[in-house]
């Protein structure tokens, strides 16, 4: 071989060494981590949950959380004033009390006993205050600071008005918490358990901004305690044996992977290196089914898929228009045949698993109020286009489109609309795909005739969807502006009784219904998977599987 | 020959500040912000908070500018969607891990590719010709993420050894390196053939054989080294390719490298990783195209570079 060619080699391989070392300080972490994995594989004795969490965690810095990706690490790492126990039942979590005034605004929460951070620090009320305040701090730009939106000034403070000084969360000592809300709410202490409202170790973060960037320094009050994480490849928990209740934890820790690919991650759910699995893919959720698989599971989800129809655009005007498109789909067999995980036909925007005054389902109270009739659907079509004197060929000319954001289910279900659609409506509808951020820009702008949107619940609360529709929310796309369903939603926001609030929402859902601006389609479910020996993985409907008490048997 | 690479490098400068410009224009004109996800929207006040922190709300010149001037600093700034790690520890983090792989790609495809297309050439139309061209057909279309998916359905699901997807250690790299090495080894293979072929029906490959060399000698010494020289000409961006990884591998094998973030900060809007992953590839494209220009007028005489060497 020649002398240059050997030469010009030499050239490639310094060039590439120097490439990789001039960045290596991250390759020392990422080139030795056989001692983790295999570690925890290996030692018998631990029980060990492995699993996968899909995305990179942006923060595990509680308020700067922006997603599941970030709360199903949270959640089990910090725990706020309330939390949920083992059966999914909301309990006292870092409050072991707390007392609600007369009025219904003032809140005073007490401290457990004897509860620590993981550095040793008590978990004290003044930590609470800091933390409300820091998550409401414009500077810190939280993506969820709008939780937080009921205490008192903390609007006003996070849009740049007000001061931090007056928002309504004072620790009266290191053991009593007092908050005052802008308007009595219902669930708030339900609230306390979103992670938003998760407390942060004010000494740590004062001395330390970067707390939460790297394992190391990251310290929490939870259950479980963070001990390793090696940024899109794997997040390690341990169990936190200064927890109050760690005698309850069986669990010695849990490894997420960060494995983007749900296929990869079914596979290696399949190989057996994960004992649970949350982002299933479709078609393996409906051949699970199939075979009545014990290992999946259905989970209660709080969330609903929609269609906008836009009210700017003549003929979805008229109402008729409306409820004859909503008439014509067949959602049984849309979640049947076509979503396949479990989803429930839509039976208005509010979703199952939400309860009334009773306790009872709010479901229940307002019953199904959607009709699939294609007969009738045609009807009430005719009779619109007539209203709006448009013929049905002067509809199908003017080419209205469904607009979705690109994915194989919403188009496939956006397919089987447009054929129930045509078989009885006799209409055309065309279909548009756009990446999501285009969707979410088209309609904010009023750019679309019909669009694809789902909505996931925050709280416990019909609140958490019914809010989406009220005249001034910022998620109204459809622009509905309908004083007396304003009416109702705002005195449900600012009374603390119960059967004045259930019966004004089920008013306003009957009213939304009756008026049309969204056409339902389903209520979404998050099917999970679970190995035969793992035990005690509870759903509470607006969070991930629960974890926390799980269990490993032989 | 300092002439020559400091006008080189000059180019390479102004390239660079092309390629930036591009970005930062293309990357605001498209709809969508950094803060905005599928099924959840944020209230406006959140919304102004966000854009004032990351200092989105100022004019487009200003953020230009400023750009301009923490990137001559080499500071990328801070990711939109990370509040754990800045872009530079992003990119510092990836790179060497999408490295790594495209190095042992480019070794898996550097031996067997030109190897395999000499094969082919010396057996022109016969049986080994026919199986490397079907093997560098199947390299050239088969798209990767069916290639992973494959090998993580038949090899990674059966050969307990072989983890499935992951990063730590040698075993995890196997299959996406030669994901990876598949389609390049294809090309260089299918190059390393035509060229052989040409050269080898040249004049002076049989004045060689007339002169009574070994037919081995004269494959070796004349046909070989001088069919090699296409695919010199392709390294510069092959290399740089696989070195910064590829986004299909990388999301079915899950493995934390850097080609992930080209359509992961894209499909985010997560502006400053743009930029830095484009700019980060611009610069080692231009450096390896660079070291190409150079290697190539060391290993064939016949270029010179500068006009004292006509």
Redesign the interface.
């Known amino acids: 071989m020649s002398k240059k060619l050997l030469v010009l080699m030499s050239i490639f391989l310094v060039v590439v060494i120097l490439f990789t070392g001039c960045t290596s300080p991250a390759d020392d972490t990422s080139g030795e981590p056989e001692d983790t994995t295999e570690g925890t594989k290996d030692t018998g004795e631990k029980k060990i949950l492995r699993t996968n969490n899909s995305s990179e965690p942006g923060s595990l810095d509680p308020p700067l959380a922006q997603g599941t990706h970030e709360s199903w690490i949270l959640t089990n790492v910090f725990e706020g004033l309330m939390t949920y126990d083992e059966n999914g039942e909301m309990v006292y979590g870092m409050a072991e009390d707390y007392e609600v005034s007369e009025d219904g605004l003032t809140y005073t929460f007490t401290i457990r006993d004897g509860v620590t951070w993981t550095n040793g620090d008590p978990v004290t009320a003044h930590d609470f205050e800091f933390s409300w305040k820091r998550a409401l701090d414009p500077e810190l730009a939280a993506d969820y600071a709008h939780q937080l939106y009921y205490i008192k000034g903390g609007e006003a403070y996070n849009s740049g008005e007000g001061s931090r000084d007056d928002v309504g969360v004072t620790a009266l000592d290191d053991k009593t918490l007092e908050v005052t809300l802008e308007s009595p709410t219902a669930y708030f202490a339900e609230l306390t358990a979103f992670y938003t409202y998760f407390p942060v170790n004010k000494n740590v973060v004062e001395s330390n901004p970067d707390w939460a960037k790297n394992a190391e320094t990251h310290v929490s009050n939870g259950p479980f305690k963070l001990v390793e994480w090696k940024h899109n490849d794997q997040i390690l928990i341990e169990k936190n044996e200064d927890y109050y209740n760690a005698d309850k934890i069986k669990l010695d820790g849990v490894d997420f992977d960060i494995l983007e690919d749900q296929n990869t991650a079914w596979q290696k759910y399949s190989g057996g290196e994960y004992d649970l699995l949350v982002d299933v893919p479709t078609s393996v959720v409906y051949q699970l089914q199939q075979q009545e698989n014990p290992e999946l599971r259905i989970g209660e989800q709080v969330g609903t898929y929609y269609y906008n129809v836009n009210p700017d655009v003549k003929p979805f005007n008229n109402v008729k228009i409306r409820k004859a498109l909503s008439m014509a789909l067949d959602r049984e067999t849309i979640v049947t045949d076509i979503t396949q995980g479990g989803q429930i036909p839509a039976e208005g925007v509010v979703p199952l698993g939400l309860k009334d005054e009773n306790g009872n389902d709010f479901r229940d109270g307002v019953g199904n109020l959607i009709e699939y009739d294609p007969e009738g659907a045609k009807a009430l079509l005719d009779e619109g286009l007539a209203e709006e004197g448009m013929t049905l060929e002067e509809f199908n000319n003017n080419g209205y489109v469904l607009l979705y954001n690109t994915s194989e289910s919403h188009k496939k279900i956006a397919q089987a609309a447009q054929e129930m659609w045509r078989t009885a409506l006799g209409i055309e509808i065309g279909l548009e795909n756009v990446e999501f951020q285009v969707k979410l820009d088209r309609e904010k702008s009023g750019d679309y005739d019909i669009s694809r949107a789902g909505w996931i619940g925050d709280y416990m609360d019909p609140m958490t969807i019914l809010d989406l529709w009220w005249s001034e929310s910022a998620f109204n796309d459809v622009n509905y502006n309908n004083p007396e369903y304003d009416a109702l939603i705002l005195e449900s926001k600012s009374t603390n009784d119960q059967n004045i609030r259930m019966e004004n929402m089920r008013q306003a859902e009957r009213m939304l219904m009756e008026d049309m601006p969204v056409i339902s389609v389903y209520f979404y479910t998050q099917p999970y998977v679970q190995k035969p020996n793992v035990e005690g993985i509870y759903k509470v409907p607006i969070r991930y599987p629960g974890i926390t008490y799980a269990d490993i048997t032989e | 020959m300092t002439k020559y690479l400091l006008k080189r490098l000059v180019m390479v400068v102004i390239t660079i500040w092309i390629v930036i410009t591009i970005t930062f224009a293309l990357m605001h004109s498209?709809?969508?912000?950094p803060?905005?996800?599928?099924?959840?929207?944020?209230?406006?006040?959140?919304y102004?908070?966000?854009l004032?922190?990351y200092g989105l709300d100022k004019p487009y010149s200003e953020q230009y500018v400023m750009y301009l001037k923490n990137i001559i600093r080499g500071d990328f700034g801070d990711s939109m969607?990370?509040?754990?790690?800045t872009v530079n520890?992003?990119?510092?983090?990836?790179?060497?891990?999408s490295?790594?792989l495209g190095?042992q790609a480019?070794l898996i495809a550097l031996i067997f590719g030109p190897a395999l297309g000499a094969i082919a050439a010396l057996f022109q139309n016969k049986g080994p010709d026919y199986i490397a061209m079907i093997i560098s057909i199947i390299g050239v279309s088969v798209p990767s993420f069916l290639l992973g998916?494959f090998l993580?359905?038949f090899i990674?699901?059966n050969i307990e050894w072989i983890p499935?997807?992951?990063?730590?250690?040698f075993r995890h790299t196997i299959l996406p390196s030669f994901a990876l090495a598949l389609m390049p080894l294809a090309q260089t293979a299918r190059l390393m053939r035509s060229s052989m072929l040409e050269i080898l029906g040249q004049d002076y490959i049989k004045t060689a054989r007339s002169k009574g060399i070994s037919k081995t000698a004269v494959i070796?010494k004349h046909a070989v080294?001088n069919a090699?020289l296409p695919i010199?000409s392709i390294?510069g961006t092959t290399?740089s390719n696989l070195?910064v990884g590829s986004f299909v591998i990388e999301?079915?094998?899950?493995i934390?490298g850097l080609g992930?973030f080209f359509t992961t900060s894209v499909?985010n809007?997560d502006y400053t990783l743009i930029m830095g992953v484009t700019v980060f590839y611009a610069i080692?494209l231009v450096?390896?195209l660079l070291?190409v220009d150079?290697?190539y007028m060391?290993?064939d005489p016949r270029i010179r570079l500068t006009k004292e060497g006509r």
Do not use: C, Y
């Open positions: 498209v709809p969508g912000n803060f905005a996800t599928e099924n959840k929207n944020i209230p406006p006040i959140v102004e908070n966000l004032k922190k969607k990370s509040d754990t790690e520890e992003m990119i510092g983090r990836g790179f060497p891990v490295a790594r190095v480019l998916a993580i359905q990674a699901s499935i997807g992951g990063w730590g250690e070796i080294r090699i010199v390294l290399v070195l999301k079915i094998f899950g934390p992930m499909f809007r080692i450096t390896a070291v150079i290697a060391l290993v």
